[in-house]
């Protein structure tokens, strides 16, 4: 294969920026509201439930659209980061927001699963003990989830990875910025002469990926052996 150009390389970088910020952002809420759906009975749940999987069953270039409205400058959202001065339109960090929204599903559901699945008389077994909620969680609930975690972050990273069509609406295809490895592939199949640098980013693409799921299984084999 030959060498990388700049181009090449610079969407690369821009992918792994927006699939890892996206990914890193997203877990948190990701977990909690896997911990809420999981755990908590409430009015509305199943609501909430089918906001959060909308995006998979959503065409993604609406869900670009209506990020496109909120975040825009007369958009609830673009009003309130305009007032301090901050906008993603157009910047990576929207790229990141867009394959964010898109990779919340694919995370929430596994955690969900492992949160339903793990035994909970362990949970009430150590809180009898005088364990605090808080050590009952970090000792108990976390370990036992921590799979469950870990496959919704792969699964996450790899969708942000290949996030396109909610990208594309909402920042647009932007070298060196908003450019990731879906945009850019698309953009040199439009170019005569460029098969070649669409064909080496498809190829990384499917190492990167590949490579993300093998360190996933690991890691999920490593957590399993210390659980027992």
Same mark, same amino acid.
């Given at each position: 294969m030959a060498a990388l150009t700049p181009a090449e390389t610079q969407a690369i970088l821009v992918s792994l920026r927006v699939a890892g910020a996206a990914t890193l952002c997203t877990v948190p809420l990701a977990f909690v509201l896997a911990f809420v759906l999981a755990r908590r009975r409430f009015a509305g749940k199943a609501l909430v439930d089918a906001l959060v999987n909308l995006p998979l069953v959503l065409p993604p270039v609406v869900t670009g659209y209506l990020l496109l409205i909120a975040f825009g400058r007369?958009?609830? %959202? @673009?009003?309130a980061l305009a007032g301090i001065g901050v906008s993603v339109l157009f910047r990576w960090t929207g790229a990141a927001i867009a394959a964010g929204v898109m990779a919340l599903p694919l995370m929430v559901s596994p955690m969900r699963l492992?949160?339903?699945?793990m035994d909970r008389r362990l949970e009430a077994a150590a809180a009898t003990l005088g364990a605090s909620?808080?050590?009952?969680?970090?000792?108990?609930t976390l370990p036992l989830v921590l799979p469950g975690?870990?496959?919704?972050?792969? %699964? @996450?990273?790899?969708k942000a990875l290949g996030e396109f069509g909610a990208t594309a609406i909402f920042v647009s295809a932007i070298p060196g910025e908003t450019e990731t490895l879906p945009l850019a592939i698309n953009a040199f199949l439009q170019v005569p002469g460029r098969e070649g640098s669409a064909l080496r980013l498809v190829v990384l693409s499917i190492v990167i990926a590949f490579a993300a799921l093998v360190a996933a299984q690991w890691w999920q084999r490593r957590a399993l052996r210390h659980r027992l």
């Open positions: 007369d958009g609830p %959202l @673009g009003q492992a949160l339903e699945a909620r808080t050590r009952v969680f970090a000792t108990i975690i870990i496959a919704g972050t792969v %699964l @996450g990273f790899a």
